[in-house]
Each structure stands twice: as C-alpha cells, then as structure tokens.
C-alpha cells in the first residue's frame, strides 16, 4: 500500500499543481501540460484527498489558492530547491567539456552571437551539448525555476520578478531602445520625446514581452499616450521588415540596429528620456561552480575579450 508520501509524490502531481497554481485556470493549465482539464482535474482533487484540505476555490470565475494551497505551493518550492541544489552538487564534480548546457534565449533578443559562439564552442569542445530554446520571459522563469535550463540570456532590471535571492546574473552588454520611424520630417532628430512618437501607428512586441512593457512603463512615466499598435512580432527582424514595409514605426535595441545597411526612408532616435536596459545571463546561484557551466562563461568572456558584442555582430552581418 502506498504511503501518503508516496501519493503526493508520484507521477508529475506535483507540477500538475504547480502549473494550475501559477495559470489559476484548469483549460489553460492543461493545454500547457498538454492534458485534458478531467484529467487535471482528477489530478488535484487526488491530491486534496491525500493532504486533506482543499487547495483551491473559487470567487466567481476566478480561481484563488486556500491556506493549504499557500502552503503546498511553499513546500512544493522547497522540494524542487532542495532537489536542485542536490542536482547542482553532484554535477560539480563533473567534466568542463563533456555534458549538455540548457540554455534559453529570450525569443525577442537577437541571437546572432550566440549562434556565432555555439559553432564555435563545438569546434573547441565538441563533448559538450549546446541546446538553445527560444523562450517568452514567463516559460525562462519557469525552467529556470525547475532547472530545466542551466542558464537564460535575457533583458534586466526584470521588474517582475519579486524574488531574486535565488538567483545571479552576469553582464553581457548595456544597450538602448531606438525609436525606427520613416518621417522624414523627424530624420534629423537624434533624441525624441516620447509624447512626439505617437502620431503614427506602430508595430510592436506582444504583450508580456520585456520591451512591450519596458515601453508602457516609460510612456506611463511620462504621462504620455501609448502609440497604437496595428502588429505584434517576437523578434526584431519581423518588426524592422514590417515596419519598412508599411511605414509604421517601432522600437528596436540600439544593438540590433547597429550595423544595418542603409535603409530608404527609415531612420533612428534615442527616446529622451533614455530607455536602457542590460543583457545578461541569468542561473540559480551555485550554477557558475559546475565545471562546464564554469567553462562556457569563461570561454564566453574570451570570445567578447577577443572582439566585443557589438564588433562580432557587425562582422557577422557583413559576412
């Protein structure tokens, strides 16, 4: 006969809670788990038997965690800690060049220097597995979280993310949103206001994405409207080839825009105020001791030492 450790512990019960009690919805907790909502269903009310109490109910339409909820969901992220940093450990007295590293990219930062640095990390070491993943900030918090990715190049200062103790993060370049606009009115303006930005329509990032709501948090700021969106891309070349395709503007990094051939009738500012923001590598503390992990950022510093960031991505585009 199982025990009650065994019941709450077998299976995937465990992220099957996690995952509801971070969406608050059973359809689209169970499409991202890629089950039918009974089965989800059956899944926790098996758990809520087990531990005795319920974790959720309902206000309205609305989902809510019950006090025991609040405390599985704490004790549950206690496991997977405990589990990880046991995972991290044991992994530190592993090779620096054989292995795999996990690594996710958000999908809206330009990831030619990476591309550039996995074929050259191959040819140096090719023991070692480079896995790329294309994430939205939400699925990169969630694997790192669950030491599904052993490191995540993404954009910071990260608002949303209310606890950071867990976590370091290590520069990779500072870089700074452009206004990309086809007035030729506004051609000679290197700094615009944003209140001065809104008179055409936009395409943007989705919502959710950092820059969409980097973008809100500087017009909020300001006191200034928010542009009209009439598209949504994820990566910068969609929203460039959009943009000079319809005229409508957007807003890129600084570098993703350097190096870029002359482009008819398309030019640049700098919002005034600035909008700057970092990219940089993100991992659970303790991850820079693994010998590989170790190994890749040191070999990731040799490679900036050598030519830095933006050097390597005008070289690669002239190639």
Do not use: C
């Not at 608050?24 to 005795?52: C, D, F, H, S, W």
């Not at 319920?54 to 025991?68: C, E, H, N, T």
């Not at 206001?193 to 994405?209: I, S």
């Not at 482009?263 to 991850?287: M, Y």
Request: glycine fraction near 4%.
């Amino acid at each position: 006969m199982k025990t009650k450790q065994e019941s709450i512990f077998s299976s995937k019960t465990l992220t099957y809670f996690l995952q509801l009690a971070e969406t608050m919805n059973y359809t689209q907790a169970a499409q991202i788990l890629g089950i039918t909502q009974p089965a989800l269903t059956q899944q926790i009310k098996k758990l809520e038997r087990t531990v005795g109490a319920p974790l959720f109910y309902s206000v309205g339409k609305k989902l809510r965690l019950s006090d025991a909820g609040y405390t599985m969901l704490e004790a549950t992220h206690k496991i997977y800690g405990i589990l990880n940093q046991a995972t991290d450990e044991i992994q530190q007295s592993t090779s620096a060049t054989q292995g795999e590293i996990s690594i996710g990219l958000l999908a809206s930062v330009e990831d030619a220097v990476f591309e550039d640095f996995a074929i050259l990390s191959y040819q140096n070491n090719p023991d070692l597995k480079i896995s790329f993943h294309m994430l939205t900030r939400k699925e990169i918090w969630e694997r790192l979280e669950n030491n599904k990715i052993d490191l995540a190049i993404m954009y910071l200062p990260d608002d949303s993310i209310k606890n950071w103790k867990p976590y370091e993060s290590k520069k990779i370049i500072s870089d700074d949103l452009l206004f990309i606009h086809h007035d030729e009115q506004l051609a000679k303006k290197r700094r615009i206001k944003l209140k001065d930005t809104t008179a055409n329509v936009w395409a943007m990032y989705p919502d959710g994405y950092y820059l969409n709501q980097t973008l809100h948090e500087a017009y909020k700021n300001q006191l200034a409207d928010f542009p009209r969106g009439v598209a949504n891309f994820t990566t910068p070349t969609q929203l460039l080839h959009f943009s000079m395709q319809t005229g409508a503007s957007t807003a890129l990094p600084n570098s993703f825009m350097i190096g870029q051939e002359a482009l008819p009738q398309t030019w640049t500012a700098h919002f005034e105020p600035n909008i700057r923001f970092d990219l940089a590598f993100v991992f659970r503390k303790g991850k820079a001791e693994i010998p590989r992990i170790s190994h890749f950022l040191s070999q990731f510093d040799r490679y900036l030492h050598t030519d830095d960031y933006i050097s390597r991505l005008k070289q690669l585009r002239n190639q």
